[in-house]
DNA sequence: TTTT
DNA sequence: TTTT
């Protein structure tokens, strides 16, 4: 049955992706971003409306997401969405809805100028990470990162 | 500051949409639509993972859709994504997320066909419905219908 | 550097898919694809504006489509723009824009019904296909459709 | 009839925005946007892909592209394929396609900065325009910039 | 050239 | 809860 899932934002992270690693290597980067819209009111006056999404990145996405993205970096995302139910103690129905990002690029300000004073700089996010997290062949955020996880499962 | 926040969804209608009238002949329509998603796991079998979508349509393409869509049919949507956000009784932080449709057609079969033997004609859900809610002229739900509130709030 | 080249398209396709097998049991598949925008003139008039499109898949993907769909077929695409520039024998630039199709998926109609009496049926293109060109595991057109190419040509 | 028939990219311009002025205060803006895509080959080596893009504007749009836009300026655009066909001297037909813009938004640097140094700066491109061109109230290219031409033609 |  |  035909189906299509997709969501597409342009926004800033509001602050550095929180990165957990896992067993074989593998890695999940949480990431949440806001996305701003600005209209006039009827009294003409200008309105912000700031919109926040949950980002879940797997694999080789997340180590360059926490190599390459921090607080306030604008990226473009596409992915899909995804909503967790669950009953809480008292038996009622809980939601919450992310988004499993499928491809994502990092927009304005080049990556290297981007690290320049960063005080979450690589080397010390390297502390925590398998020495094989970076291949020196590994994209960077400012090209397409598209998820390449080999799993089967699509979630 | 740029922001984008965009859905695109193609799913089927898990029930008749669910059309409120409120004071001023305005109108609201909650709709909500799988989309559906095959693959196979590492044993070669298809699995078919279901998501779900919670719509929200506001004025005259609430009331298209009320007027054109029903369980089973199949949409193009386009929207975006709006969470809400409150604390329970026990001071807990909840949230919802939705899909503010900002315009949606319908997809495959013909609207004649598909209202044909339809139990929620149009003539019945009619009678709930403001004289002036289906202008001879109005689009139809499988044309292009865009959202066209005049009011100032982008939500 | 950051790049985002993307097409989403949901048309009837003009003509049946003009499929092209090459060497290597690799295949070309060529559609043209229509999408209708009606709106109304300052005189209240409706008027029906029509954008064609040409859409290019390989691999699996036109085979799939080969097989699946057929004039008057409905789909969703889901692409990138790649424009061929040459010079005419007069010297003069050329330009001819298609859409190279990542992934499709058909819409509307179960495609069992639509082969029914379809004069371009299977049986007929097999003659000109390789015999492993449908295998009974291909995914069908009414899933999501992707592009699987294997060569490290990104076109 | 259904259709859909949407664009999106993220591109930097490959030259400064030509506007040209019509009766009525109505202007156009062509735009050549870069879309670049990297990939490695067979032989493992990083290869460069670019696309170029043909975008129009129009009206308030336009401008708003004319103040802000410059060669190298990244934007993110949404809009609809048009392709003008035509027959040449030779009576061979032609093609061109372009994207009509619907909305855009800059992405990156504030715009402040990027207007620093410009030499395409407002005041000397004020000079050609009609004083009615940038009310103080303009929204600016790092908002959306939606296309709100009141004309009755869709393209 | 499609579709409604 | 849909659809295939």
Not at 13 to 42: C, F, H, W
Not at 147 to 152: K, R, S, V
């Amino acid at each position: 049955m035909a189906g299509v899932n997709k969501v597409i934002l342009v926004g800033n992270l509001g602050s550095d992706p929180e990165v957990k690693y896992l067993e074989g290597d593998n890695a999940v980067a949480n990431l949440s971003i806001a996305t701003t819209e600005a209209y006039k009111n009827r009294n003409g006056e200008r309105v912000e409306q700031t919109e926040w999404h949950d980002l879940e990145m797997w694999g080789a996405q997340a180590k360059i997401a926490e190599q390459y993205l921090k607080k306030g970096s604008q990226i473009y995302v596409e992915g899909k969405l995804k909503t967790d139910k669950w009953q809480d103690e008292q038996g009622q129905n809980r939601y919450r809805t992310k988004i499993r990002v499928l491809s994502f690029t990092m927009l304005g300000a080049k990556p290297d100028g981007a690290m320049g004073g960063n005080t979450n700089a690589p080397q010390q996010s390297n502390q925590q990470r398998p020495a094989s997290a970076a291949p020196t062949s590994a994209p960077k955020a400012q090209e397409m990162v598209s998820d390449t996880e080999d799993d089967d499962l699509p979630f």
